[in-house]
T-cell receptor
Framework: DAKTTQPPSMDCAEGRAANLPCNHSTISGNEYVYWYRQIHSQGPQYIIHGLKNNETNEMASLIITEDRKSSTLILPHATLRDTAVYYCIVRPPEVSGAGSYQLTFGKGTKLSVIP | SAVISQKPSRDICQRGTSLTIQCQVD?????MFWYRQQPGQSLTLIAT?????????ESGFVIDKFPISRPNLTFSTLTVSNMSPEDSSIYLC??????????FGPGTRLTVT
């Protein structure tokens, strides 16, 4: 899986948009960008993924640059419940063989939503 | 998406005993996974469990220590055998979605004394 770089922490005011960047300059053509988050003491939660087009779902939007070397996860109206560590993972969608299903989360970005 | 439940949510066990963790999914899925998350650490994949075949274990994990059952497409169990304090962790099951994303259960917090 390609290496990703994320800022260690960010603050966001409640009700404002939270924009979380991820750098993945070594991404390969068949690798997707996946975002997960982990709220303290809970299991990880899948948020969104994409290949090259921007994606939106009920939780967030994903903006991928044209060269695919970076992306931004956007939480349009952050709430206190969005306080969590957010992980950007780059990997091919179809994998096989031992070790290939392992999700390597790295250190992520700790997002604090402030009242 | 998939809704996943795990039982028990937490347990405190004595060393040398075994604990079986259950994972129930609200829809039929082919791929299920078991992870361990030790305190302050990232997730480590223990094994992949496909219905109708033997589980595939990752390096460092063996069937005698972590036997897995997968009797149908909505259920799996992970047993932590002959426990020691080093097995104290959060154990998570997950399933693979249509876009190869993974959906996780709430986890089972295990403390071995």
């Amino acid at each position: 899986d390609a290496k990703t770089t994320q800022p260690p922490s960010m603050d966001c005011a409640e009700g404002r948009a939270a924009n979380l960047p991820c750098n993945h300059s070594t991404i390969s053509g068949n690798e997707y960008v996946y975002w997960y988050r982990q709220i303290h003491s809970q299991g990880p939660q899948y948020i969104i993924h994409g290949l090259k087009n921007n994606e939106t779902n009920e939780m967030a939007s994903l903006i991928i640059t044209e060269d695919r070397k970076s992306s931004t996860l956007i939480l349009p109206h952050a709430t206190l419940r969005d306080t969590a560590v957010y992980y950007c993972i780059v990997r091919p969608p179809e994998v096989s063989g031992a070790g290939s299903y392992q999700l390597t989360f790295g250190k992520g970005t700790k997002l604090s939503v402030i009242p | 998406s998939a809704v996943i439940s795990q039982k028990p949510s937490r347990d405190i066990c004595q060393r040398g005993t075994s604990l079986t963790i259950q994972c129930q999914v609200d829809s039929q899925v082919t791929m299920m996974f078991w992870y361990r998350q030790q305190p302050g650490q990232s997730l480590t994949l223990i094994a992949t469990a496909n219905q109708g075949s033997e589980a595939t274990y990752e390096s460092g994990f063996v069937i005698d220590k972590f036997p897995i059952s997968r009797p149908n497409l909505t259920f799996s169990t992970l047993t932590v055998s002959n426990m020691s304090p080093e097995d104290s962790s959060i154990y998570l099951c997950s399933v693979q979605g249509a876009g190869y994303e993974q959906y996780f259960g709430p986890g089972t917090r295990l403390t071995v004394t």
